[in-house]
């Protein structure tokens, strides 16, 4: 099987995967863990105080979603960069041996 049609199933897979829960449960609220893990704490144990505060709290859910959207960015730019670094390096020795 060729290489781009291998990436196109797999692409196809993924956004499969993304969209199956959406159709499965349309009306479902997809929080995070952390809400669940505080919800469930507070129920546990509501007299449970923590042991530290955030240095600082995002004025907004906006400015948090693009901090959050900014950090997956630079973490996809230093593992894309890398993959291709490593790409690079194996076909110039390739072409060295050859």
């Keep these: 099987m060729k290489l781009g049609k291998k990436n196109m199933i797999l692409l196809l897979m993924v956004v499969i995967i993304s969209i199956i829960p959406l159709l499965i449960l349309p009306d479902a609220e997809y929080g995070g863990a952390d809400g669940e893990a505080e919800e469930m704490i507070t129920m546990l144990q509501p007299d449970y105080e923590p042991w530290f505060e955030a240095l600082w709290e995002p004025p907004s859910g906006e400015i948090?979603?693009?901090?959050?959207?900014?950090?997956?960015?630079?973490?996809?730019?230093?593992?894309?960069?890398?993959?291709?670094?490593?790409?690079?390096?194996?076909?110039?020795?390739?072409?060295t041996n050859s």
């Design 64 to 95: 948090e979603s693009l901090l959050f959207a900014l950090q997956a960015a630079i973490g996809t730019g230093i593992i894309t960069y890398y993959l291709g670094y490593m790409a690079g390096k194996n076909k110039s020795k390739a072409v």
